[in-house]
């Protein structure tokens, strides 16, 4: 009697054949809506998504900021704050969803088929949309600092003397050239930048998405959850390595995704981690993923000397021979710089590294960071206990690409706090969108509902379409910011600082003085340094209050004695009060510093000629 021949394995389908075979309409009758737990997943999914979005209608008329990753509604015109909401809302129903889905379907398998044609529409498109949403807030890390240093043309290793070669080329080098050159200025070529990184992102998300062999409105959604997030906020103005590495971490997990299931991509992985150890040192981070995907590749792709070639041994040499010529300076990097974030004085008077790194505020701000980052990253551990895990080897190399930077996060203490700061995490918030994605894809692929793929996609597509028009509306963006100080959780003072100061400087550039003066005497309450003050003097002055202003230079030069800038400042402000002893002491002050500056020689004789004429003697 012949053995039995073995079952051959499903041939994986997209959700859009499943309703098909079940009627007995496609190519067999077998149907995966009858699979176990077909119903158990789709059910998870929908439950999580609707209340995800009745968190967000509660928290747009909730007061505080402890859930400021969600709460984005209080801070938007109402026709932006719900109309986007009540789009997602609406496709959460069956039949609003599958009215959807067959434009939904018909573009997931334009990005399936991965033809230049629809790759060039998407690249154009994305651009295009953060192209015409500058932002106009600036108030995330170092924007305003990294900004005036292209615009000032000072040495960068003045200012961030920790940046990598990539890293400078890319944010300070070539924006100074295109501004000197006169074509735009230093903001501009950030945004020209971002437009192209963030299609760049875009494709790095469909080409995943085609990775994972899906079709139809699942497609889309899979590439919607790697894209959107509020990272999309870093490419429209922003100039600083972390743009750029959203766009590595998500260009990894495609590689090393098509290099696990389908035997290549292993050169172009091995380019992304070599670009990333030159752009930022974080970028260690992608190591231990890119190695496991090569050793996946070799165990199912290399057999019969496949891994002697000669591409092979290139995907190889590249990283390695990066890791080899950038460790020791990242290393020298990160002993000199980075004690700061995660042992300070001010981390160690909360108890130390451990302790610090859930006190107060920060267990809620990290939720929120998520939330903001990878809306649907909350909803992964149901989908993964539902029964929505990937193949295990897929799964292991996206768990370990997004463990080295959710096991640092807790740890890692900003200067500003996770609330401006968020920019340290936006590779964090990649690696969760692109094991979220994953998830999502499994979900979608056995639960068989093509409409559920449409109320995903907009469950993350109008957040992402939020953050990036807050970040264009600077007055609502100054409210935010207002509200992180004034409303509770109370904040730790180095952070409470940092935004006091974004807003004395962003309201300063807005001519806008009182509110400039009023952040900066908030902001030298907590930090007191001799630039903070001079900028609160500088306020004042602009303002009108030539007194307070006097006092705040008197604060600042007695900590820095041997400031021009403040004895000039000084000298001006007691010219207009008028206190023209205290403008010649200045004056003179300034010529012990410099000795015959011409300016200060020549406001001397300009006040000797004053106090000349009001003695009605003139000389």
């Known amino acids: ?50 209340a995800l979005a009745i968190a967000r209608l509660a928290l747009g008329f909730t007061p505080g900021m402890w859930v400021w990753g969600m709460n984005l509604h209080r801070f938007l015109s109402p026709a932006l704050a719900w109309l986007p909401w009540a789009v997602a809302v609406a496709a959460l129903a069956p039949p609003v969803a599958r009215r959807l889905e067959p434009l939904c379907a018909r573009l997931g398998d334009g990005i399936a088929r991965g033809a230049w044609p629809a790759a060039l529409a998407i690249a154009v498109a994305v651009a295009l949309l953060v192209g015409l949403m500058p932002d106009r807030v600036r108030f995330v890390g170092d924007f305003l600092i990294r900004q005036g240093t292209v615009e000032e043309a000072i040495r960068p290793g003045r200012v961030w003397p920790q940046a990598l070669p990539l890293d400078v080329l890319l944010h300070y080098t070539l924006p100074l050239a295109i501004s000197e050159a006169g074509v735009t200025d230093a903001n501009g070529a950030a945004r020209v930048l971002g437009a192209i990184e963030a299609a760049l992102l875009a494709l790095a998300a469909c080409a995943f998405a085609r990775a994972l062999a899906l079709r139809g409105a699942s497609a889309l959604a899979v590439a919607a959850v790697a894209f959107c997030g509020g990272a999309l906020g870093l490419f429209t103005g922003y100039s600083k390595a972390f743009a750029e590495m959203v766009v590595l971490t998500a260009a990894a997990a495609a590689f090393g995704i098509a290099a696990i299931r389908l035997g290549r991509g292993l050169l172009a992985l091995g380019l992304v981690v070599a670009l990333g150890l030159v752009l930022h040192r974080s970028a260690l981070g992608l190591v231990p993923a890119a190695a496991l995907a090569w050793a996946l590749w070799l165990r199912a792709h290399g057999g019969g000397g496949k891994w002697r070639r000669r591409g092979p041994l290139v995907a190889l040499a590249i990283p390695v021979v990066a890791l080899a010529v950038m460790v020791p300076r990242i290393v020298s990097v990160a002993l000199r710089w980075d004690p700061t974030h995660f042992a300070s004085a001010e981390i160690m008077a909360q108890g130390g590294i451990w302790m610090a790194a859930f006190a107060g505020s920060r267990p809620a701000d990290l939720v929120s960071l998520v939330l903001m980052l990878s809306p649907l990253a909350v909803l992964a551990p149901a989908l993964a206990l539902a029964g929505g895990l990937p193949r295990g080897r897929e799964a292991l190399f996206l768990l370990l690409l997004a463990l080295p930077f959710v096991a640092v996060a807790p740890f890692l203490h900003p200067v500003g706090g996770l609330f401006r700061d968020w920019d340290d995490f936006a590779a964090t918030g990649s690696a969760l969108s692109m094991l979220t994605a994953a998830l999502v894809a499994e979900t979608l692929r056995r639960a068989a509902r093509p409409w559920l793929a449409v109320a995903v996609t907009l469950a ?135 000795p015959g500056d011409p300016e200060a020689t020549r406001q001397l004789r300009a006040l000797d000629e004053e106090e000349a004429r009001r003695a009605g003697s003139p000389k």
């Open 1 to 50: 009697m012949p053995a039995p021949r073995p079952k051959r394995p499903p041939d994986p389908r997209s959700e859009r054949d499943a309703p098909r075979a079940a009627a007995g309409r496609g190519p067999t009758a077998a149907t995966a809506t009858s699979a176990p737990g077909a119903r158990r997943l789709a059910l998870v999914l929908w439950i999580g998504l609707a």
């Open 460 to 594: 993350v597509a109008a957040p992402a379409l939020q953050w990036l028009a807050h970040h264009a509306d600077a007055d609502r963006g100054i409210a935010r910011a207002l509200a992180a100080v004034r409303e509770p959780p109370a904040r730790a003072g180095s952070e409470r600082a940092s935004i006091w100061d974004y807003l004395g400087m962003r309201n300063y550039q807005l001519e806008r003085w009182r509110d400039s003066a009023g952040a900066f005497r908030h902001a030298v309450e907590t930090a007191p340094s001799p630039r903070m003050l001079q900028q609160w003097a500088m306020a004042e002055t602009m303002a009108g209050d030539l007194e307070a202003a006097r006092e705040a230079y008197h604060r600042q030069l007695e900590k820095e004695p041997d400031s021009y800038g403040g004895w000039m400042g000084l000298a001006a402000v007691a010219s207009r009060i008028p206190d023209f002893v205290e403008c010649r002491r200045a004056l003179n002050r300034l010529l012990e510093i410099q």
